[in-house]
């Protein structure tokens, strides 16, 4: 008998997060996870009236896919995948990992080169189709964040079945807000980072693209970024994990970026000319994420934190970057983090990871459960 909390999930992805309905075509693409949870997605969808469409992939598979991988081979999987997403008008993709790492001794070039060739089928998913993207959860990702199979599993199912419709009424004034503003300047330890995202707009997160949700983003103009970012939470990034990472702008540009691992950092960033600047800036404020996982789906919607993305911007809040790259990394401002400071136009909007001001006051933890 399937877990009961499978097809709570499922009515919340194909409900509450794409919105199916009757003629709409789903591609529910699928890494690692049980079969009895794929079923509840197909049942879900065709209770909706949808059509759903079924991709299962491994992990060690993809691994194996990558190693060796050519242009030949990324344009041709390129062409089926955007043909086939172009025939969809909803995407969730359920992807559990058994090993976190298992694409770590992928060439560097062979992914640099497969990310490239395969952004046209990414940029179709985002900017025309419904989509949601979600982990699984299993022993690895309960290892990462330092719980036991069955607590995280418990911690999981809540999260990703909370009140987000609550979430969605209470971000409305951080969306105001953040849309109407100009300057931005961001303090915390190490960090001191002005820029500007005048007319770039914003977007709220509350479970309608991933769940776990919680967040509002916007984008830097292109050129604003001036200072330094210290994150203080570790980073994945095509198998390889990054902690300290330490980013200086000057004019927009990442100049000056250090690590763990250095080299391979620099790397990354010399993906393409876009990788050196930021296509995102968002706030985090899940009210039941306390703790960074090295999972970013689950680390940039922590309460009280905040992500600055180099690479490619989103089409909603577009600066006109375009890149390979859209590596979200992550800084929490809470007290125990070493505290820290949002201002938008001079004004203070959130201290040592609380919201300020009264109308914002909502988003807080204590509010939002």
């Known amino acids: 008998m399937a877990d009961p909390r499978y097809k709570k999930l499922a009515e919340v992805l194909t409900g509450y997060s794409t919105a199916l309905k009757k003629g709409d075509t789903v591609l529910f693409d699928i890494t690692d996870t049980p079969d009895a949870f794929a079923v509840e997605l197909v049942r879900a969808a065709r209770r909706r009236g949808a059509i759903p469409l079924v991709e299962t992939r491994s992990g060690r598979v993809g691994r194996e896919m990558l190693m060796n991988t050519s242009e030949q081979h990324a344009k041709t999987v390129r062409d089926i995948e955007l043909n086939r997403m172009k025939k969809c008008d909803a995407y ?29 089928v990414l940029n179709y998913r985002v900017n025309k189709t419904r989509w949601v993207v979600i982990r699984w959860p299993n022993g690895a990702m309960a290892q990462g964040a330092g ?70 983003f916007s984008c830097p103009v292109k050129k604003s970024v001036n200072g330094v970012l210290q994150y203080n939470t570790p980073t994945l990034y095509a198998g390889t994990r990054f902690e300290n990472v330490r980013l200086e702008f000057k004019n927009g540009k990442i100049v000056d970026a250090k690590a763990s691992d250095t080299k391979r950092l620099n790397e990354i960033f010399d993906t393409d000319p876009g990788a050196r600047y930021v296509g995102e800036f968002s706030l985090g404020f899940n009210p039941y994420i306390k703790e960074p996982m090295c999972d970013i789906l689950f680390d940039e919607k922590i309460a009280g934190s905040l992500h600055f993305t180099p690479g490619q911007a989103y089409e909603e809040c577009d600066n006109g970057n375009r890149s390979a790259v859209h590596w979200d990394m992550v800084l929490i401002q809470r007290p125990e983090y070493g505290g820290g400071e949002v201002w938008f136009d ?9 919201f300020v001001p009264k109308d914002l006051k909502p988003l807080n933890p204590s509010r939002l459960k």
């Open 346 to 354: 001079d004004v203070l909007i959130r201290k040592n990871g609380q």
């Open 147 to 216: 719980m036991s199979t069955e607590a995280f599993e418990n911690f999981f199912f809540q999260v990703c079945t909370m009140n987000y419709a609550k979430m969605a009424k209470a971000q409305k004034p951080l969306i105001r807000r953040m849309a109407k503003a100009d300057k931005v300047r961001l303090t915390a330890p190490g960090t001191d980072l002005s820029f500007s995202i005048k007319g770039l707009g914003a977007v709220g997160c509350a479970g309608d693209r991933n769940i776990p949700d919680g967040e509002v």
């Open 92 to 120: 969730v993709a359920v992807r559990g990992s058994h090993n976190a790492t298992e694409n770590s001794d992928i060439p560097s070039d062979n992914l640099s080169m497969y990310s490239r060739t395969l952004r046209p």
